[in-house]
């Protein structure tokens, strides 16, 4: 692995423009399931129930339900992936976060220009009378129930997410491909890409000239369209990438 983190860290050392793009695996250190792989969360539920509009619409306590067990379960603390990224951003030597991930980790870690391409957890909308709720407030009502508007009683809160059969947030998207355009380092962090128009990110790094680079616990498939491959965990890998840049 020396070497492929030696390759990584000479890359990001001779950057102008440095992006990283996470998955789910890079908080998977923090106890929180990926949806892939093994364990991973679409084995123990359907998508379409939990993570999807129409579900969604159909059966909102099956959303909060699946969040609970996501979310309420784990430390929901950043580990030291999520700490590197935002020490490697303080050290100038990456500009930008670009995230699939709604548990706004990479925040908490302190990481600055973090664009969250599924959006967040962090703010909760009734889709009945438009009141606002902070996920704090949500969180500690889930721990115990499903959340109802205390406005006016609907059951439909919609956390500002992207559900499946939803649109991604134009701005985030158009503002992760002028980043991603701009890369001439494009580090991918703990994702099975399997999910567009996110998983196409890459591509346009490599057709933009940039170097990539894998951080993958797992063998992906994908292997080949990256010119450095590191097989570790993110919360082991990143720290020593970050550790060599200062
Ligand atoms: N370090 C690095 N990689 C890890 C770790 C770890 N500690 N743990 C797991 N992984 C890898 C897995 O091998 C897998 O390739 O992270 C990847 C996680 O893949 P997914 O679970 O598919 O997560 P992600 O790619 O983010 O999914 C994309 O799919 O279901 C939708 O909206 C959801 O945003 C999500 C999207
Ligand atoms: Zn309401």
Redesign the pocket.
Known sequence: MDKFIDEAVNYLQEAEHAVVFT????S??SGIS????ED?L?ERYN?EEV?SIYGFRKNPAAFWHFARDLFLKSTAFPNPGHEALAQLEKMDVIKAVIT??IDMLHQKAGSQNVLEL?GSLDKVDCLNCTREFNWDHIASVLEKDCPVCESCGSKMLKPRIVFFGEALPAGTLKKAREETEKSDVFLV???????YP?AGFPDIARYSGAKTIL????I?GLEDMFHTVIKG???EVLPRLAEACI
């Open positions: 998955g789910s695996g890079i998977a250190e990926t949806f892939r792989g991973g679409w998508p993570a699939q991930n599924h962090v703990g994702s099975s890409l399997e999910v996110a951080i993958n616990k797992d992906t965990k993110a919360g």
